[in-house]
């Protein structure tokens, strides 16, 4: 993969091996050249070819399958697994079992999810006289698949061999039981057991994928790096004429890179796109391989689709995955994308989650199908609220999708969030500065974290963002910093220097964890209030009442706006000058263009009988200030003075008073006649305008 042609997709020669499907591969090698992978893919597969005969499960039927002598499978018979299992009485010999298992029963333990282990069984003949012929293997499961016999005699006194592979589909415990059928000694049983763990990659298999005839199903294959170093996907195989591997951007090819996966970091690296035009069940596989792995570790993805031709309503995608979710997390919002594969239009009427979770909010209205679309439609939006997933049942449920047209039987889509229930605690004072008069003074804080969660928490990475880097520093990080559940933890020293430009910092750190990403939110203020006077006045920063009589009274409206990071108490108000007064009107939140739309309300407001207000970052006050000139003259200076911990802001107010009266003469102003041509009217008049003569009565 050195180069960025050995990345392109290619389809897998089939001759290099003539009983194993071909795959599609992001890799230059052209076979899998893994035994373990051939083994399972031609178990998974129904590649039978075990000498001349082989049982292959499906369900609940077990099914005889025999090679005739050109080499081609043919069918003999189909048994029902329940008449099978009554043949499962071993002929004994006294009270001696005619064939010995090691060990007695195979328990595999926990196994990741689409990641194989497998284990070897050994068959011994204690008998000294009898030779035991095995005819076949057999099992009811998708999880556990076994490989055929090293020999299919067992000599007296011999022993032979068959390997048994665990591929967890799903998460919990799984057993079941293996038919081993003899030509003379009857059906013996092996028990096999094994626990399904959540996949370390986040990968899961695609099962339970239903579309209509002509359509796809393609979902994006996203991997999660586990590992404090950057994983690099190195192959990736499908298997399947009908199943092929894509970029998530539709190129053909590209570098290294986009295969790379950062620490602790999601991404989607490959899109499996099924399609087919004959109805039927497929099954194939996608082998994803690493440089986390060893040579013999590798991810296999079930992928199971169910092609139809019955009419009716289908999803884009056969699960709806909200992926990791924390409990301070905001919430995830999904698409639901819906196909009508009928002949005629169809209303969808409602859509829920089944059970009801307090958790899951549908967002949908009422929306019409149209008939034989070929392309998915969005019809609602599932919203996941992981803070209120109290219990596990919440994390997982459907959503059932019902119609008016009552020949469609209802849709439902399963859903499944995983949920971290805690967060990474720290003080929040030890990342708020105060710009004070010397800004060029340097502050140093240590940074503890506390770990609340029922997992170790790894600190791979800390970001600081471009615009505050001149401002603040990370000072003694060495990563990663392992955080043990229940416990504190110093992690770097935050270096603050302040600077004229940057008076108030209202931003994040970024933390990358194992347990995603995490904002440290950092602040610098100052404490200062923002004010302006609202129009009509023009000069915003100095309340100017103009000229005014000595009879006049004037108002004017002050916004006065915490632009700061943190609550600030105005303690009081007061006004400096004669025949000033102040009255607040109104408190907020909202910025400048929000006060200023408020206006109409502003004027009419009465005023509120409060002597202090707490002020939130991003909210407002408005204060009416008047002024009643009385029997003052000339310019009037005046101030109007608001305290808080951190300042006295001080508004200058003026004002021109005249003592006296204006009076206007004439008192009325007579124009004459202009236009239309005619004498002015009079009071009774009428008149009639035509457009080629004057006006007249």
């Known amino acids: 993969m050195a180069a960025a042609a050995a990345l392109a997709l290619r389809r897998a020669p089939s001759a290099a091996s003539p009983s194993f499907p071909c795959f599609t591969a992001l890799t230059a090698a052209p076979w899998l050249g893994a035994a373990l992978l051939r083994l399972l893919v031609a178990l998974l597969l129904n590649a039978a070819r075990a000498e001349k005969e082989a049982f292959i499960q499906s369900d609940n039927l077990i099914e005889v399958l025999r090679f005739d002598d050109g080499g081609l499978l043919q069918t003999e018979t189909t048994v029902g697994l329940s008449s099978y299992q009554q043949k499962s009485v071993s002929m004994y010999r006294g009270n001696c079992r005619p064939i010995r298992f090691e060990p007695p029963m195979l328990d595999f333990h926990e196994q990741p999810v689409g990641m194989p282990k497998m284990e070897k069984v050994y068959l011994h003949n204690p008998s000294s006289e009898e030779t035991i012929i095995l005819v076949s293997i057999s099992a009811t499961t998708s999880h556990f698949h076994a490989s055929f016999f090293q020999n299919r005699k067992i000599l007296p006194g011999g022993n032979t061999s068959f390997d048994v592979v665990f591929l967890a589909r799903m998460v919990g415990n799984v057993e079941n039981t293996l038919f081993i059928n003899t030509s003379n000694h009857g059906v013996f049983t092996y028990q096999v057991f094994g626990v399904g763990v959540p996949n370390p990659y986040r990968l899961r298999p695609f099962i339970g994928a239903k579309v209509p005839v002509n359509s796809s199903f393609s979902p994006i294959i996203n991997i999660h790096n586990p590992h404090s170093e950057p994983l690099q996907v190195v192959e990736m195989y499908s298997s399947g004429g009908d199943l092929h591997l894509e970029l998530p951007t539709g190129q053909q090819g590209g570098t290294r890179k986009l295969w790379e996966i950062p620490p602790y970091e999601t991404k989607g690296v490959m899109r499996a796109s099924f399609s087919s035009r004959e109805a039927d069940n497929y099954t194939a596989f996608i082998r994803i391989k690493t440089n986390a792995s060893d040579s013999t570790e590798f991810i296999i993805l079930p992928v199971e689709v169910e092609v139809t031709t019955a009419p009716g309503i289908y999803s884009s995608t056969e699960m709806l995955d909200f992926g990791t979710l924390r409990t301070q997390d905001l919430p995830k919002i999904l698409n639901l994308h819906l196909l009508n594969s009928g002949t005629k239009d169809v209303p969808i009427t409602s859509i829920r989650p089944t059970p009801q979770n307090e958790a899951v909010t549908v967002h949908f209205k009422p929306v019409t199908l149209r008939a034989s679309e070929s392309k998915y439609t969005k019809v609602a939006s599932i919203s996941f609220d992981a803070s209120k997933a109290k219990r596990p049942p919440q994390f997982s449920g459907k959503i059932t999708v019902k119609a008016k047209e009552k020949s469609y039987s209802k849709l439902e889509i399963p859903y499944q969030a995983e949920v971290l229930d805690g967060y990474l605690g720290f003080d929040h004072a030890a990342t708020l500065f105060h ?91 100052t404490g200062f209030l923002d004010y302006f006077v609202l129009p009509p006045k023009f000069d915003e920063q100095i309340i100017d009442f103009g000229i005014l009589s000595a009879t006049e009274t004037s108002n004017v409206l002050l916004a006065i706006f915490n632009s700061n990071p943190i609550q600030l108490v105005i303690k009081s108000w007061h006004v400096i000058g004669d025949g000033l007064t102040t009255e607040l009107l109104a408190a907020g939140k909202g910025n400048r263009t929000a006060i200023i739309a408020s206006l109409p309300d502003l004027e009419k407001a009465n005023a509120l009988d409060q002597t202090s207000v707490t002020l939130m970052p991003g909210s407002y006050i408005v204060f009416r200030v008047k002024l009643i000139p009385k029997e003052l003259e000339g310019i009037h200076d005046g101030a109007i003075q608001i305290t808080t911990d951190y300042e006295i802001l001080t508004i200058p107010v003026k004002a021109v008073i005249a003592v006296g009266s204006l009076t206007c003469s004439p008192k009325h102003i007579l124009l004459p006649p202009s236009f239309p041509e005619g004498r002015a009217l009079e009071s009774g008049d009428s008149e009639e305008c035509h457009p080629s003569t004057s006006c007249k009565r």
Do not use: C, M, W
Request: glycine fraction near 2%; charged fraction near 20%.
């Open 435 to 525: 710009i004070g008069d010397s800004p060029e003074d340097s502050v140093e804080r240590p940074i503890y974290l506390t770990n609340t969660f029922n997992f170790a928490v790894f600190i791979h990475d800390i970001i600081l963002p471009e615009e505050i880097r001149t401002t603040f520093k990370i000072q003694n990080f060495s990563k990663p910093v392992l955080i043990p559940p229940n416990e504190s933890r110093y992690i770097f020293t935050l270096y603050f220097v302040a600077s004229f430009s940057s008076l108030h910092i209202d931003n994040n750190i970024l933390l990358i964890t194992n347990a995603s990403k995490f904002h440290l939110p950092v602040r610098a203020y």
